[in-house]
T-cell receptor
Framework: KAGVTQTPRYLIKTRGQQVTLSCSPI?????VSWYQQTPGQGLQFLFE???????NKGNFPGRFSGRQFSNSRSEMNVSTLELGDSALYLC????????????FGSGTRLTVV | QQPVQSPQAVILREGEDAVINCSSS?????VHWYRQKHGEAPVFLMI?????EQKGHEKISASFNEKKQQSSLYLTASQLSYSGTYFC????????????FGKGTHLIIQP
């Protein structure tokens, strides 16, 4: 079956702009999580959605938001971009919760200039 | 709090064994292990649950010491394909808290 698909793969934005990233989970997976990966901070949890509901949120400012649609596809939005938002944004899906392994997408590389 | 992984990096010859440790200051419910190669997505290796059994397949196995909140990943007779960065991800609940990842262990296997 198809893996986790993230679009776009690369993105360059200007400081102050906003951006929307998309994630299509593995068919049948209802849980979608988002992570930010940077060389300095490593992998950091952003939020998790299950059946269109946000169940948990990491320690990120309100500029970071997300949503999940009825087909389990998810989007995350970052408003008022800052240089420090430059990172690899990874989406991961599983059958629901931390007791299952996650399948990660290839990520969206966001560069803020 | 972020789990602590050790060592930070290790270089091995093909066929040698490696152990990667992950230690948390919080009570854990689950420990995940992932491997990430440069420019690729992290790939799930295995998960250990509180009260569960030691996991393993072929030459990669892991253990979870609930009393010490520590997990170890064992790579036996390493192959070139084992090279990459290994991350442990921990969760304190059995729900959807999200994983807290360690900073990773860089493993280089040389022929």
């Amino acid at each position: 079956k198809a893996g986790v698909t993230q679009t776009p793969r690369y993105l360059i934005k200007t400081r102050g702009q906003q951006v929307t990233l998309s994630c299509s989970p593995i068919s049948g997976h209802r849980s979608v999580s988002w992570y930010q990966q940077t060389p300095g901070q490593g992998l950091q949890f952003l939020f998790e959605y299950f059946s269109e509901t946000q169940r948990n949120k990491g320690n990120f400012p309100g500029r970071f938001s997300g949503r999940q649609f009825s087909n389990s596809r998810s989007e995350m939005n970052v408003s008022t971009l800052e240089l420090g938002d430059s990172a690899l944004y990874l989406c991961a899906s599983n059958d629901g919760g931390d007791i299952y392994g996650y399948t990660f997408g290839s990520g969206t590389r966001l560069t803020v200039v | 709090q972020q789990p602590v992984q050790s060592p930070q990096a290790v270089i091995l010859r093909e066929g040698e064994d490696a152990v990667i440790n992950c230690s948390s200051s919080k009570a854990l419910y689950s420990v995940h292990w992932y491997r990430q190669k440069h420019g690729e997505a992290p790939v799930f290796l295995m998960i250990l649950l509180k009260g569960g059994e030691q996991k393993g397949h072929e030459k990669i196995s892991a253990s979870f010491n609930e009393k010490k909140q520590q997990s170890s990943l064992y790579l036996t007779a390493s192959q070139l394909s084992y090279s990459g960065t290994y991350f442990c991800g921990t969760a304190s609940g059995g729900g959807a808290d999200g994983l807290t990842f360690g900073k990773g262990t860089h493993l280089i296997i040389q022929p």
